[in-house]
Each structure stands twice: as structure tokens, then as C-alpha cells.
């Protein structure tokens, strides 16, 4: 019984997705399994579907089974983002593949690039760059070209080659068992505006969601378009700042400065911009592009402002893996479910109602907060969505 895996988003599911998971299995690989983010993702942005909608999808499209990244690893860096989803899987117990879409397929190249990161001339060099002003980004591409080589440095500069290399290390600092196999990416590159054949960017396909312009069917396959049609015309998708940006400055007035510093990515006086910013802006972008810089990213910023908004702190979004919960499976997802129940090193959670009281006070904090930010994303649909979804929908 071969088990692979991949780190995903599915925002939403597309044909380039879809080939991953038909690769693998063609691959000598019995299932397959995504951990997915669930409401938020990593550009520190609402999903477009909600997870249920979009694991759903997934499921039914070459998938067995989806499980969900908590929301403190979809926030965060692509070194805690990465951790976050080898960890939990590799404590699944039982996968043997970890697949991701790179620009680079040369998985020793990207395996000898993760070497590099992890270098501490290279991490001591970073402190100096960053000292000057450097963004994270732009110190460990100019570290790692001065101390290794062009090839390491020329594989950073592509955003799905970071992740891989991020998913590498991942696996690497907990001596994971894990195979890391790069795939080389289908068809258009990471939010590319162009579309090659049946394949186009989740940026590109996103953008012809949230304007109303269905030229993104052709990229999806035919069931995610009725899922879309459906959410869609029930008022459920797609979700949007715009829908409830008053709310979200109304709960980012009311912070201290002293609550900005306690926000994962909020440091070095960065919270008094911010606190001023709020006071001054009428718009999330303006309070964003106002604090933007070169050492301060828009992303990262991103990122804070909706933890701000979401009520995560420093001290939770450090939290290890607590749970394996499971969103969406198919017929074949039920063997890997069965499988990871007898292997597994968490506790595994189906129905949140039944499966809460396995887990321990900080697995309960860790759920808890997952359960308010699905409350919370329901006020940015169309049509605002009851609290309690966590509960009320069932695993697909």
C-alpha cells in the first residue's frame, strides 16, 4: 500500500492540480492524499470557496482524501508553512511520498539548495543583509549565491522552488521517512497572467471568479465548475474582503499596540506603524502599502494583519501538530483513513462533535480557534453563513 501526498491550497482546484495527483498514481502510487489550507491561505487572503467546498472538489478529482492545515501554518512562512503540513503528515504514520510542482524537477538540485538554507554561514550572512535593510527574501537569495553557488541561488528565485525547498527541510529536521519528489509545474508559472492549453495560474482562474468572467471554466475540471455554479448561485462564494472590510477595520481599531505586538509577524516597532496606519487609512491595502517596504513584505504584512484580525497570537501560531482532521474522501480515501487510524501519531478527528475530547487542552485551543475562523470568514460570502460550520457540515 503506497501512500503519496502533497502540501496544497486547491484555491481553487484547476487542471494543473489534478495533473499532479494523475502523475503520482501514475507513478507507481496506490493513493493520494492533500493537506490542505482551510479558510485562509497563505497570501494572508480569505479562500475564494470554502474549505469544505474546495476539499469536496478535490475528492472527486483524483484525490482519496483531504486533511486540513490549521490556519497557524497557513499564516505563516514558508519555512513554518512547510513544517507545519510535513509534520502532521509525516505523523500520519504512514506516507512514503511527499509530491510538489516546482519549476526545477531536479530534486538533487533542490535537495543540495536545502543544504544551503539550513547553512549557518548561510543564516549568519542573512542577519547582516537584513541588518541593511534587506528583505528575508532578497538576503538568502544574495547569501546563498555569495557562499554556495549560482544554481542554488537562481532554484530561490522561483516561488514553488522555495516551497519545495521549504518541504525538504521540513522533512530533513525531523529525520522524516518521507521521500521528497519534485514534479515539474504544467503549463503556466506561479500567478502567471497567461494561460497555456487547458492550464492557467490559481491567480489568473481566481481573478475570472471574483469578476464574474466564467473564460476560468475552461482551466477546471467540469465538476469544480458545478460546484463553483452552485456556491456561486446559493450566495456562499466567492468570498471577498470587499463583503465586510468595515468589520474587519472595525476589529483592527480596537487593537493596542501591545496586541499588534503580540501578532506572529509583527516586530521591531513594526506594531506602531501599523497601530498609526489603522487610524489613518480607510482600506486594508492602504494600511498595507502604507507599511510596506523592502524589509517588510507585502505578503508578510498580509499575513499579520489577518492574524490581527483573526486573534492569533505569537504564543498559539508556534503550536505543534495537535490533531489529523479530515475533511473530504473518496471510496479509496476510506483504506488511507483506515490506515492512518492504525499508524497514527495524533489524534484523528472526524466528527468534531464526537472527536473534540481526544484531544488535549492545547489541541482544544488549536481547534477552537480553527472553529472561529470559519465563523468568521462566513461574514465575508455574500450571503453571511451561521457560525458553527465546523460542527454542522460533515465530512464529503
Sequence with gaps: MKISATVCEYNPYHNGHKYLADYAKS??????????????????????????????????????????????????????????????????????????????????????????????KVYERIKELASKGYSHPRALHTAVREIYSDDCADVLSMPNNTLGIEYIRALNAISSSITPCAVLRKGVGHNASET?????????????????DTAYKDFIPKTVCDIIDKSICCGSSPARLQNNERGFLQALRRLSPDDWRKTP????????RLY???????SIEEIIQSVKCKRYTYARLSRGVMCAY???????AQTEPQYIRALAFNKRGIDVLREINKTAGLPVIMSPARDKGKLNDKGRELFELECRVTDLYGLFTPTVQKCGRDFTQGVY
Design 196 to 212: 497555456c492549453g487547458e492550464y492557467a495560474s490559481a491567480s489568473f482562474i481566481r481573478e475570472k471568479i471574483l469578476s464574474n
Design 27 to 120: 507513478n507507481g502510487d496506490d493513493y493520494f492524499v492533500g493537506i490542505m489550507s482551510g479558510n485562509v491561505v497563505q497570501r494572508g487572503e480569505f479562500a475564494v470557496l470554502d474549505k469544505f467546498l474546495r476539499a469536496r472538489a478535490a475528492v472527486q478529482n483524483g484525490v482519496d482524501l483531504i486533511i486540513e492545515l490549521p490556519c497557524i501554518y497557513s499564516l505563516s512562512s514558508a519555512e513554518w508553512f512547510a513544517y507545519g503540513a510535513v509534520k502532521t503528515l509525516d505523523l500520519c504514520g504512514c506516507i512514503d511520498k511527499l509530491y510538489f510542482g516546482t519549476e526545477c524537477e531536479d530534486t538533487e538540485l533542490l535537495m543540495k539548495t536545502a543544504e544551503a538554507v539550513s547553512s549557518g
Design 310 to 316: 483573526l486573534g492569533i497570537t505569537k504564543e498559539i
Design 276 to 282: 498609526k496606519a489603522v487610524r489613518e487609512y480607510s
Design 265 to 272: 509577524h509583527i516586530s521591531e516597532g513594526l506594531e506602531n
